[in-house]
C-alpha cells in the first residue's frame, strides 16, 4: 500500500516540487544511449542531471530550449589543440570533452596542472610514444603535452633511428609510467617515428594488454609498394597486435589512412569486432588532412608514398597552394607549421561519415598561426549541417552517437568519469550541447579557418554554463582533466 501511494502522489502535478540551480525547457531530449527521443525538460543540481520529466520544473535559471535539439556534449577523441583558443573554437562546435589521444602528453602532470583552473572544456591525453622516444633515444625532455603529434623537429634522431632492445624497454617503462600516473592509454604516431620497429609497436601492444588501457594509433607510413592495397596492410600491422595480444585498439581517421581502400578498411574494422576484438575507429567530416610541414610525413618520396603533389598542398596562412620551391621554403623556415593536404575523395568521407560503427573526431591541430585547418573549428557543426541536413547522408540520432556515447565507452573502461559523459540520464554529468537543427552549420573554411560554428545555442560542461546564446560565458572555466585509473590493472 505504500509503494502504491508514493506511486499516486509521484503522477500529481508538484508532487516533490523542487526547484532546482538549472532547467532546461521544452527541447528535443535526445540520447542516443537510451534512445530518448521527446519534449522533456531537465533539472539539473550542481553537476549532475537530476530529473528529465515532461512536466513543469522550477529552475533558478531557466534556458529556454523550445525548437532546439537537446544532446550530450559532443565527445572529441582527437584534438590536439589542447589550449585556450583550440578549447574556445571547440565549445562553439558544441564539445564539451576532448582528449588528446593520438599525439598524447608526458609527463602527464604538467599538461594536468597547465589547463587546471582555466579549461572552458574536460581535457585529458594518452602517453605520448613520441615523447617517450625522445626522452629514451635523444634524452630529451618533451616539455609537458608538447609533442604535437609527434611531429616536432627539435631532434630527427628520436624519431628516425631505431630504439634497441634495452631501448624498447625504456620506452614501454615510460609509457607504463604515465598510463599510471593518469594518462588514458597509449598514443602512437608511428608514421611520425619511421624509426620504430614492430617489435617495439608489439611490446606497447603487449604493455596496454596488461593495463586495459586502450592503444590509439596513427599507422604507419605507406611503403614504397607496387603492390596494390598498402594501406590494409598497415592496418593489419596493429589489427594483428591487437588480435594477438588482447589490447583494446583505436584506429585513428581511417578515411585518411586508406583513402581508396577505405571500404575494404570499414569492413575489416566491422568484422573485427563481429568476432569480438575490442576495435574502433574515427573519421572528420573534411576531404584534406593536416600536418606539419616539417614532419617525417614529408621525408623523402612522400610524393610516391601518398599520390599527391606539391599542389595539392594549401598553406593556411595564405591560401596558396604549394610549389616545389614554396614546399621547400616553408619547410626550411617554418617546419613546425601545419600544412593542409587535400588527398581525400569526397565519395570516401561521405561513406565513412555515414558509416555507424566509425565515430566522429576532429583531429584538430593547435592554432599556431592565422589558421590551420578548419576541422578543429567546424567538425561536429558540419556533421549535423552538412551531412544530417543538407545531404541526409546520416540520420539525426545515429550522428549523435558517433559524437557522443561511442567516444565515451571508448574510455569509459580506463576512466570512469567517462562513464558520466556522452549521454542525458539521471547522475550523469551535465554536458549538454543544445543547437538549433535548422541552422547549425560549420563555419570554418580552408582560406578562413578561424571561424565558430553556427547555430550551437548553448552549450553547459559540469553543469556549468560555458556557452549561452550563442556566446560563450565570460571566466567559466569548468572544465575538468579526465583521467585514467590504476583499477583495471
Known amino acids: ?65 523550445r525548437g532546439m535539439v537537446v544532446a550530450p556534449g559532443f565527445v572529441d577523441l582527437h584534438a590536439h589543440g589542447q589550449d585556450p583558443k583550440g578549447q574556445y573554437f571547440q565549445v562553439l562546435d558544441g564539445v564539451t570533452t576532448a582528449i588528446d589521444a593520438e599525439g598524447g602528453a608526458m609527463p602527464i602532470a604538467p599538461f594536468v596542472a597547465a589547463l587546471s583552473g582555466k579549461a572552458l572544456i574536460n581535457f585529458g591525453a594518452t602517453a605520448s610514444h613520441q615523447c617517450a622516444r625522445m626522452e629514451v633515444i635523444a634524452a630529451a625532455p618533451c616539455r609537458g603535452h608538447a609533442a604535437i603529434n609527434g611531429e616536432t623537429v627539435a631532434d630527427r634522431k628520436a624519431y628516425t633511428a631505431p630504439a634497441t632492445p634495452e631501448q624498447q624497454r625504456a620506452i614501454v617503462a615510460a609509457l607504463d609510467r604515465e598510463v599510471a600516473a593518469g594518462a588514458l592509454g597509449y598514443g602512437l604516431g608511428i608514421e611520425y617515428t619511421p624509426g620504430a620497429g614492430r617489435s617495439e609497436i608489439y611490446d606497447i601492444f603487449k604493455a596496454a594488454a596488461v593495463t586495459r588501457a586502450p592503444v590509439f594509433v596513427h599507422v604507419r607510413s605507406r611503403p614504397l609498394d607496387p603492390a596494390p592495397g598498402v594501406p590494409i596492410a598497415v592496418v593489419q600491422e596493429v589489427l594483428a597486435d591487437a588480435a594477438v595480444t588482447g589490447a583494446p585498439l583505436q584506429i585513428v581517421h581511417l578515411h585518411s589512412t586508406g583513402l581508396g581502400d577505405t571500404p575494404t578498411l570499414i569492413d575489416i574494422v566491422k568484422r573485427a569486432r563481429a568476432r ?5 575507429s574515427e573519421a572528420y567530416p573534411y576531404t584534406a588532412g593536416s600536418t606539419l610541414i616539417g614532419s617525417e610525413f614529408f621525408r623523402d618520396g612522400w610524393r610516391e608514398r601518398s599520390g599527391i603533389d606539391y599542389g595539392d598542398l594549401q598553406w593556411p596562412a595564405t591560401g596558396e597552394r604549394l610549389t616545389a620551391e614554396s614546399f621547400a621554403r616553408y619547410r626550411r623556415e617554418q617546419p613546425n607549421a601545419a600544412v593542409v593536404v587535400h588527398m581525400i575523395p569526397e565519395k570516401v568521407v561521405d561513406m565513412i561519415i555515414a558509416e555507424p560503427e566509425i565515430s566522429i573526431a576532429s583531429d584538430g591541430m593547435p592554432w599556431r598561426t592565422s589558421g590551420e585547418h578548419p576541422r578543429g573549428a567546424g567538425s561536429f557543426a558540419r ?7 543538407e545531404k541526409q547522408t546520416l540520420d539525426l540520432m545515429t550522428a549523435l552517437k558517433k559524437m557522443t556515447i561511442m567516444p ?29 537543427p535548422r541552422t547549425v552549420i560549420d563555419a570554418a573554411t580552408f582560406e578562413t579557418p578561424m571561424q565558430p560554428s553556427r547555430g550551437i545555442r548553448h552549450v553547459l560542461v559540469n553543469g556549468k554554463p560555458v556557452v549561452r546564446d550563442g556566446k560563450l560565458v565570460a571566466g567559466a572555466f569548468p572544465g575538468e582533466a579526465i583521467l585514467g585509473t590504476t583499477s583495471a590493472r
Open 1 to 65: 500500500m505504500l509503494a502504491a501511494a508514493i506511486a499516486a502522489l509521484a503522477t500529481t502535478p508538484g508532487a516533490f516540487a523542487k526547484t532546482y540551480d538549472i532547467v532546461i525547457a521544452g527541447g528535443r531530449v535526445m540520447d542516443p544511449a537510451s534512445g530518448r527521443d521527446e519534449i522533456a525538460n531537465i533539472g539539473i543540481d550542481g553537476r549532475r542531471i537530476a530529473i528529465i520529466s515532461t512536466e513543469k520544473l522550477d529552475g533558478r535559471r531557466v534556458l529556454d530550449a
Open 408 to 436: 565515451a565507452e571508448r574510455l569509459a573502461a580506463v576512466s570512469p568519469q567517462m562513464a558520466r559523459k556522452g549521454r542525458i540520464s539521471v547522475d550523469a554529468d551535465a554536458d549538454i550541447t543544445i543547437f538549433d
Open 383 to 389: 556533421v549535423l549541417g552538412r551531412y544530417v541536413r
Open 276 to 280: 569480438g576484438l575490442d576495435v574502433t
